[in-house]
């Protein structure tokens, strides 16, 4: 087995090889605005209200997106990758107002897409030996995709439900 030491060197080393402590994406700057002040290096943040290095806004949605981002991801390597993708088309309300149909649709055009892009980066997360958090609300109909579950199910990962309303995470 491991020492405590052995572990405590081993992620010491790792938060050196990464280029920035903590990253997000799907998310104006939150966790990487207060960075700082944890004695954190700030990394991307990758948002619909944040700028591209060309001055046009990130959207990941477009492929000529992804692809920038995934670069950005392998280059800075964060060692902590916050991810808070849009829960909108997961949420259960929405049967209230549309039919089974219709929110199905919403689910393969917007909120799938966004979901499999995080999955994504959270397993280049992992491969690497490197962490991250997802946020997504417990009852979001996200949670039951095959490739979350899979997520999920990894034994590196652990789930972890919280009270985000306590944690002043509401909508505005």
């Known amino acids: 087995p491991i020492s405590e030491k052995e572990v405590a060197d081993i992620s010491a080393a790792l938060l050196e090889l990464s280029a920035c402590d ?45 692809q920038p981002y995934e670069a950005l991801q392998r280059e800075e390597q964060p060692q902590r990758l916050v991810g808070s993708p849009p829960c909108t088309e997961f949420c259960g309300l929405l049967r209230l107002q ?33 962490y991250f958090l997802h946020e997504h609300p417990n009852s979001a109909g996200s949670w039951k995709m095959d490739e979350v ?22 909508q505005k």
């Open 98 to 130: 549309m039919s089974e149909a219709e929110v199905e649709e919403r689910k393969e055009r917007s909120g799938k897409p966004h979901m499999r892009t995080c999955v994504e980066a959270y397993w280049r997360q992992l491969e690497e030996g490197r």
């Open 22 to 66: 903590i990253a997000e994406i799907y998310s104006p700057p939150r966790a990487t605005a207060r960075a700082s002040s944890f004695g954190l290096v700030p990394g991307f943040c990758i948002d619909l209200s944040t700028q591209r290095s060309d001055g046009q806004y990130w959207d990941l949605s477009r492929a000529e997106d992804k």
């Open 149 to 170: 579950q899979e997520l999920a199910n990894d034994p590196w990962v652990h789930v972890v439900k919280g009270p985000m309303c306590r944690w002043d995470m509401k």
